[in-house]
């Protein structure tokens, strides 16, 4: 029945779709990983049966893609319906341009597999698949400031195969998935059987037995809080809305008064200990420059209560006319670096976001939308590299929003004192969508690859904690007024990704690639 079904164009570019689709259920907050095997062993034979044919192969392979990424980030548009102030039409055409865009580079990847001329499947599903699909997930997080959004590798940190991810990083979980989908199809295919059988199972067992290491140390705990003050999108950068924010995030921070929230997730507090206030990203909507009155008087009052505060805010560079998107750090700092505008105790975002916070071709784009002309989309880049935020006797390696979906520019940033993973976010433009959740996946491999605790501080959801083994420490509820409090253990020390990176798995790719051309060239006459 399937046969007959594929057998016409359309009924593979049908099959097609509903393979791809189904990878959302893979990801946050379905979390189905095994969805993705019988997607990919599904089009590995798809393709075969299409791969005489290079423009049915190519347009099979591009529907697949394109269903993936149409199924797993729809919810952008959420942003553009709200808050953008364009007509429905317009941000659907939006979305599935952006979904076609990323999808040319794993569809590139599947169609040069096949069209590679070589009868041995072994070959083309263990070496040159894996290979380019890798080489094409790169290329899609570093091309035009890059989108490495929905590797396949952030499905399975609940998986053994999460032991390779402080090994190799998350991409070297993709590079298992991907190996054992081959394996799966060769089965199905009855060739290579045992071999793909033992490959397999080495891998999993691999897996597993990694998952079971710990790379880092553990420190003295430190205390944390983290305000979720849950502002309405909508009002959170009128000027009318401010100090009411502020008031907020201060009673639940219990500064002003001593309030305490009633929501608030409470640990016993020991006031000899310094305390470490979170704030999440933007919290006080307004520029660090016109708030220094504020900002001055709250951080010596954090100082008198031995309590520190990391919070988000705009800062504007007065004689370069630039705005960057920061953290900075009030109250209870190390010896002479109390907190003023040129104080080292902050971050400025480097990796910005698309329309967001940077318009691409701005002269074009602007004038089209109100979309592109949301509240702060002007910002200029941090450096790729800075300093640690320090705290008690531990440093925090910073990344705000987005950013954290870039592993190796957090990687970059740490040293072997760095304790503590830090991410500020504001996912309130998607709504109650999919896609907060998936922003939280991808935090959370963070702390797996490099074995320290993770704080995510957000406006309304998720804010989590996660120890350095990608274990849940706490988490406050979406679209509530809460703190979280708890006692968390930096960790120091280097995880092997940390040390060397994705290196491994370049080399992997050059080998790989290299042995299939000379297997290519001289086929080797053994039965597996």
């Known amino acids: 029945m399937l046969t007959k079904i594929t057998s016409s164009l359309y009924g593979q570019l049908i099959v097609a779709a509903l393979l791809g689709t189904i990878q959302v259920f893979a990801f946050a907050p379905f979390q189905q990983w095994w969805v993705l095997y019988p997607s990919f062993v599904g089009i590995f034979l798809l393709l ?56 040319l580079f794993p569809s590139a990847a599947l169609w040069l597999s096949y069209r590679i001329p070589t009868r041995s499947n072994l070959v ?43 090994i190799l990083g998350v991409q070297g979980i993709t590079l298992a998935i991907v190996v054992i989908c081959a394996c799966l199809t060769l089965l199905l295919l009855k060739q290579s059987q045992k071999f793909a059988l033992l490959l397999m199972l080495a891998i999993v067992m691999s897996g597993y037995s990694l998952k079971q290491l710990s790379f ?49 997730v409470t640990e016993s507090v020991d006031k000899q200990q310094p305390e470490l206030l979170i704030w999440p990203e933007s919290a006080i909507a307004a520029l660090e420059i016109d708030m220094q009155r504020f900002l001055q008087s709250l951080s010596r009052k954090l100082e008198e209560e031995n309590k520190a505060l990391l919070t988000g805010i705009i800062n504007y560079d007065i004689n370069k006319d630039e705005y960057f998107n920061s953290i900075i750090m009030l109250g209870e700092l190390p010896p002479n670096q109390g907190y003023s505008q040129t104080s080292p105790n902050r971050y400025a975002k480097h990796q910005l976001l698309p329309i967001g916070e940077f ?21 200029q880049r941090g450096g790729a590299h800075q300093a640690n935020l320090k705290f008690a006797d531990t440093t ?44 939280l996946q991808i935090a959370r491999m963070r702390a797996i690859e490099l074995g320290r605790p993770l704080l995510r501080s957000t406006n309304n959801g998720i804010t989590a904690i996660y120890d350095g083994m990608g274990k849940e420490v706490g988490r406050l509820p979406a679209d509530v007024d809460a703190v979280l409090r708890k006692e968390i253990q930096p960790a ?20 790989a690639l290299l042995s299939a051309f000379l297997l290519i060239k001289r086929p080797l006459k053994v039965k597996y």
């Open 124 to 166: 083309r599903l263990l070496l040159i698949i894996p290979s380019l699909w890798l080489i094409m997930d790169w290329a899609r997080g570093w091309f035009l400031t890059g989108f490495p959004w929905a590797y396949l590798g952030y499905s399975h940190a609940d998986t053994p195969l999460a032991g390779f991810a402080p």
């Open 492 to 511: 120091y020390g280097f995880t092997p990704y940390q040390r060397v990176g994705q290196t491994p798995l370049f080399i992997f790719c050059l080998l």
């Open 359 to 379: 318009v691409p071709f701005e002269n074009l784009l602007r004038p089209l939308a109100p979309y592109f002309n949301l509240p702060m989309s002007s910002f």
């Open 216 to 264: 880092t140390e553990l420190q003295k705990p430190i205390k944390v809080a983290l305000v979720q003050g849950n502002i309405d999108q909508k009002l959170k950068w009128e000027p009318d809305h401010l100090y009411p924010s502020i008031l907020k995030y201060l009673g639940l921070s219990g500064i002003q008064n001593d309030i305490t929230s009633t929501d608030s």
């Open 396 to 439: 925090l390696a910073a990344a705000l929003c987005y950013e954290i979906a870039f592993p190796e520019l957090l990687r970059e940033n740490i040293h072997e004192k760095t304790g503590l993973l830090l991410t500020l976010s504001n996912d309130a433009w998607f709504g109650d969508s999919i896609g907060p959740a998936q922003h």
């Open 48 to 103: 075969k049966q299409a791969q005489r044919h290079h423009k049915k192969l190519f347009l099979v392979s591009f529907i697949f893609n394109l269903s993936m990424f149409i199924a797993t980030l729809h919810w952008i548009y959420v942003s553009m319906d709200r808050f953008g102030g364009m007509p429905i039409i317009a941000s659907a055409l939006l979305i599935v341009l952006l979904c076609a865009y990323l999808a």
